[in-house]
């Protein structure tokens, strides 16, 4: 079996920091050896060690922590791992070199400066592969591996609890408040659905902008902002549509969830939900950027109850083919057996 150690030096909230707990513990079910390594954060570690791991905390501070990387020499020393996972820049940067197949994850377009050890890298959509053969790696070191969600079912949220008629439309939107995920279109969106309310589940350096947009544009009475939530189930469920507005969006792990709900999607065309969405089948996409086009798509599915019905059985059917905890566990496992005691030279310049 092959031991591996995982390095996370995530942001308190994220989509790559909840998908590093969720594959951890998936690989812990499915008997994977390991060892995990994160950034300081109690909630992050209570919930790792209530899944039986027990994860080292380690500061991932500037380039003088020299605590990290005495800590991360002692737990590759301890654990004496085959593969070393290291999530983002900062883990690969601070990953010493040793006798074990390093591989970094990109859940974006990042710096490649940060890999430069790497043996291998692990893209989660194939356009983020084809970036890093681009960017000079041979392709047999690059590889894509998607993500999964959580397919956990909860009961709904009690809409009355936020001042929301249950006889209302509710769309529900997750995700940081920032620029890429364009919010501001969405509520330009909403404008144009009169009788619909919106929950926001999110939090981000946009927020105070945000919540000042929806009041100009007259909608605020009409859209609550959650903050960032962990009952996403029972946001889920309370909810007739999921919209996705992002500007940039490079996989798209909120559809993937919404998908695993059987919930109806409606989504900006950036990247990732452009892949993953085929028009009328599984989603609803509307251009990139277009609150007129939004708005459109969002009142097409919420008037069209047969739509909404093939969508929602369209998605979650794309979810179980491709994208169940099982499946990529699956792969990650296979992966790892493919390369361990293969290291390759490093990428070109």
Avoid at 196 to 217: F, V
Avoid at 254 to 267: D, Y
């Amino acid at each position: 079996m092959t031991r591996v150690l995982q390095a996370m030096a995530g942001a308190e909230y994220g989509g790559a920091e909840a998908f590093f707990v969720r594959l951890a513990l998936a690989m812990h079910k499915a008997g994977v050896e390991q060892r995990l390594i994160i950034r300081d954060n109690h909630a992050r570690a209570e919930t790792l060690r209530k899944g039986g791991l027990a994860p080292a905390e380690l500061p991932f501070g500037g380039r003088f922590d020299f605590r990290t990387r005495a800590g991360f020499r002692r737990e590759i020393h301890q654990f004496k791992p085959d593969v070393v996972l290291t999530w983002m820049n900062r883990a690969s940067h601070f990953c010493p070199r040793g006798d074990f197949v390093h591989v970094g994850r990109l859940g974006g377009y990042y710096d490649l400066k940060y890999y430069a050890g790497c043996d291998h890298l692990i893209g989660n959509t194939q356009d983020i592969v084809d970036y890093v053969v681009r960017n000079g790696w041979s392709a047999d070191r690059a590889h894509y591996l998607p993500n999964f969600v959580s397919e956990d079912r909860a009961p709904p949220q009690d809409r009355m609890a936020y001042y929301t008629p249950e006889n209302s439309p509710l769309i529900l939107a997750l995700g940081r408040l920032h620029e890429n995920k364009g919010f501001d279109v969405l509520l330009k969106a909403l404008s144009q659905v009169p009788e619909a309310y919106l929950w926001i589940a999110g939090d981000g350096p946009l927020r105070a902008e945000t919540e000042g947009l929806a009041s100009k544009l007259g909608v605020k009475p009409r859209v609550r902002f959650l903050g960032w939530r962990e009952d996403v189930a029972a946001l889920f469920a309370s909810a007739d549509l999921f919209v996705c507005p992002s500007r940039h969006e490079p996989l798209g792990n909120v559809v993937l969830e919404a998908w695993a709900q059987g919930l109806p999607v409606v989504a900006a065309d950036s990247l990732g939900p452009g892949t993953l969405i085929e028009q009328d089948r599984n989603g609803v996409l509307a251009p990139v950027d277009d609150p007129v086009a939004l708005g459109k798509a969002m009142r097409r599915v919420l008037s069209n109850q047969a739509l909404a019905e093939r969508i929602a059985d369209g998605g979650r059917r794309t979810f179980e083919e491709r994208f169940t905890e099982t499946a990529i566990v699956a792969q990650y496992k296979a992966f790892f057996e493919r390369i361990t005691g293969r290291c390759a030279a490093s990428p070109e310049s």
